[in-house]
């Protein structure tokens, strides 16, 4: 209705005059349109492009090993995994003297293993023994040593997971092969008797063909630093008069931050400021890890720094945002290009089977640790790869983690994989 009254009052001008004002005022008032729509418009193009431009590794999460003695040489921004495991390791020898002589087993520190996967699976399932000698002040006696797995490096890396759920973060797959490989030197017997006045004084393991594959003295670091941060003023009480509210800044450089949450707590990200909620209301510090950068070059480091960080591209943060992926190898090969794994795998092939299908043998197989009945019923997407990595001992690790990453798309197939 005001459109057809504004053409028909439009007709009845005959003033060139009048023609010329309302000239004027459509330049004006069209103008001011315009450019509030290009402006409305840019708003929402950055408001896109900030949303495919957020830091996927802002969280990254990344693993190392490193001797012992060079820890120290090695940049800031690796930290040990477990608290303490940069300090010298001193055996009480006197405790494992009295431990072996009353029946019990001794732990004599750890060790890494440089072994494929599968390899470290069986040792994980059935600790494997070896001979070894005890020096002694008075002579050598026999004894025998186990590896058995230390999963505490595997439980920080579970502790880690949880975290990322209670902050609201989403978790990516890493490739956890360095926690997998640390295992627990224990002396279980000692075939000769040990008499009252021998002093023990060091043990020698006989690994035999696995001596070559066997890191003595080495710790496991990754980049996160473990901090108290204690909060800004007084807990604020909440308008549901269950939960306090506390707050801490953040610097720009060093966001990305987990708290270690409670039950019943959550955490709300603001610029430069992290806010708690908990009904805790006693002031205390809190425990969160801050999430360190990578550095281009760390000494003191022979094998590879393992992380899940991401290649950023346009393209890839496109499909990542819209979900949309097309199931052929190009777009898996795109997806390996993205995770920065030319120099482990290169992938050859992939099969789409029918789970009736005969299969491969089974310890060739790899598959994700999202496999579960509910996948076991959906046919398979079998890839195919061919290792390249230096250290091959990795290649299977590096595999599932491809996997899992792939699984996380492809949630029609069970994703299983194949070094050929």
């Known amino acids: 209705m005001e459109r057809q009254f504004i053409e028909e009052k439009i007709e009845q001008m005959t003033s060139l005059e009048d023609k010329h ?199 496991l670091l990754w980049n996160l630093d473990l901090q108290k941060r204690k909060t800004m003023g007084f807990p604020v009480p909440q308008m549901d008069q269950k939960k306090y509210r506390f707050s801490f800044e953040i610097e720009k450089e060093a966001g990305a931050y987990l708290v270690l949450l409670q039950e019943d707590e959550y955490v709300v990200r603001k610029e430069h400021k992290l806010e708690i909620y908990s009904p805790n209301s006693s002031m205390h510090d809190w425990q969160c890890y801050n999430f360190e950068k990578k550095q281009l070059y760390v000494s003191a480091i022979s094998l590879p720094i393992l992380d899940n960080t991401i290649r950023e591209t346009f393209s890839n943060r496109m499909a990542r945002f819209t979900g949309n992926t097309i199931r052929t190898k190009a777009e898996i090969e795109r997806m390996m290009q993205e995770l920065q794994l030319e120099k482990y795998l290169q992938l050859d092939g992939m099969k789409i089977l029918d789970v009736k299908e005969d299969m491969p043998e089974t310890d060739t197989i790899i598959v994700t640790e999202n496999y579960n009945s509910m996948l076991s019923r959906k046919p398979v997407l079998m890839l195919q790869f061919s290792g390249r990595a230096k250290e091959s001992w990795l290649e299977a690790d590096v595999m599932k983690y491809v996997l899992e990453v792939v699984q996380n798309s492809y949630y029609e197939f069970q994703v299983k994989g194949i070094l050929l």
């Open 21 to 219: 004002i309302l000239k004027e005022l459509l330049q004006q008032v069209l103008g001011e349109i315009v450019e509030y729509q290009k402006k409305e418009y840019e708003k929402i193009r950055n408001s896109l492009e900030e949303e495919l431009l957020i830091e996927e590794n802002e969280y990254s999460l990344l693993s190392a090993i490193v001797s012992r003695e060079k820890y120290s040489t090695v940049d800031s921004w690796l930290h040990p995994v477990i608290e303490g495991d940069d300090k010298p390791v001193k055996i009480d020898w006197s405790l494992v003297k009295l431990s072996l002589r009353a029946g019990m087993e001794a732990n004599v520190g750890k060790v890494f293993l440089k072994l494929p996967l599968q390899e470290v699976k069986k040792m994980i399932e059935e600790p494997p023994e070896f001979p070894a000698v005890i020096h002694t002040s008075e002579r050598d006696l026999q004894a025998k040593v186990e590896l058995s797995f230390a999963g505490e490096y595997l439980d920080k890396l579970q502790e880690i997971k949880d975290a990322f759920g209670k902050n609201e973060i989403r978790w990516r797959p890493v490739i956890d092969a360095y926690f997998l490989r640390f295992f627990d030197l224990n002396i279980v017997e000692c075939i000769d008797k040990i008499e009252d006045n021998e002093e023990l004084l060091s043990m020698e393991p006989q690994y035999g063909k696995y001596q070559e594959h066997i890191l003595e003295n080495h710790i």
